[in-house]
């Protein structure tokens, strides 16, 4: 615990330091190795993953001038048995689609995950291999069929459908030169294999948000041998934190013992603890506390705050034995931060208020959370 109480009482560690503790502490609640990525092991694991995973079945060896050995009378692009190949690969497409669509636009005010990372994936870009980008099987499996227009006077007009519905916003698609590719890839990478080895929960909106501060964190650490490494070790860190967290995003737990309504209720159940007066006043609004605790408590605060913001409170979660319950004690503290604006609002400005949190100093949010812990 006197790593926690350094981080709340002195402030964020040093970013040598962080990838490092950051491993550490994702780590050690479930007896992993503190350093994943000087486990060969687990690179090892890691590097099986994408080999089972991310291969396109009737593409390997294709390109290669040998005939297509997972095309067969049995197994075909056409074969609607559950058990095929083609027909598993065809939904796991649907999901990428959602993946690509949401971690595109993951911290658009920042260029880092559009920027080309300086480790990409050999294993996935070797042209010598069987493998693809994840980014083309997107645009393979994207509506290929033309727009066909045709005007008055009888000209015709064919244009692609991506181009006209604006799929793919140039500033969200830029086209990288060959064997290279941007962060926003690997994070998109991370999540299909979690997604393929997680079938209960698969991918869930949101996911992205989660584990995008994690790879950042690894991806720009000084030690340029954990850089190198910050895909796996984000897969596997992300992996134990969502083995706490994952309840939070299986709707058919919402309303148990472990799922996110109990946990947005008790952000509620505090505040009327700590600040009873502030407690009746959102109650008399009818301001339920899903309105807005939900995405507090789901993503962790990490659409709060700007990035650093969100590291920075990450710190000291990570550093608490019961990370999860600090995360109500931080709720709780942002509410009553606020609280003379909410006592002399109305329903629609509290709301304004509380969907778009008006105080940046994280360093006041921590103390006063720390504060509502020590006086429980």
Known sequence: MWFGQYLKKFG??????????????????????????????????????????????????????????????????????????????????????????????????????????????????DPQNDYETLRRRVEQTTLKAQIVNRNRS???????????????????????????????????????????????????????????PIYYTFATDPNSQWKEHAEADTFFCFTNLMSENRDNFIKSLDDSQCGITCKMLSVYSMLKHKDLELYHKLEEQNIKPQYFTFRWLTLLLSQEFLLPDVIRIWDTLFSDQDRFHFLILVCCAMLILIRDSLLVGDFTVNMRLLQDYPISDIHTILTKAKELQDNS
């Open 12 to 125: 964020p560690l040093n970013s040598k330091l962080q990838a490092s503790c950051w491993e550490t502490l994702g780590g050690a609640s479930k007896n992993y190795t503190v350093h994943f990525s000087a486990n060969y092991t687990l690179l090892q694991v890691y590097s099986q993953f994408l080999k089972e995973m991310i291969i396109q079945p009737g593409i390997a060896k294709a390109n290669m001038g040998f005939s297509r050995e997972d095309v067969t009378l049995e197994d075909h692009p056409l074969n609607p048995n559950p058990d095929s190949r083609w027909n598993t690969y065809f939904k796991d497409n649907e999901i990428l689609l959602q993946i690509d669509k949401d971690v595109r636009r993951l911290y658009p005010d920042m260029a880092f995950f559009q920027c080309p990372t300086d480790y990409p994936c050999q294993l996935i870009l």
């Open 154 to 212: 009888g000209v015709t007009n064919v244009s692609s459908p991506g181009k006209s519905l604006n799929l793919y916003p140039s500033n969200e698609y830029a086209v990288l030169p060959c064997g290279t590719e941007a962060h926003w890839e690997v994070v998109e990478r991370i999540l299909f294999i979690y997604a393929k080895l997680n079938p209960g929960i698969a991918y869930v909106q949101g996911m992205n948000e989660i584990v995008g």
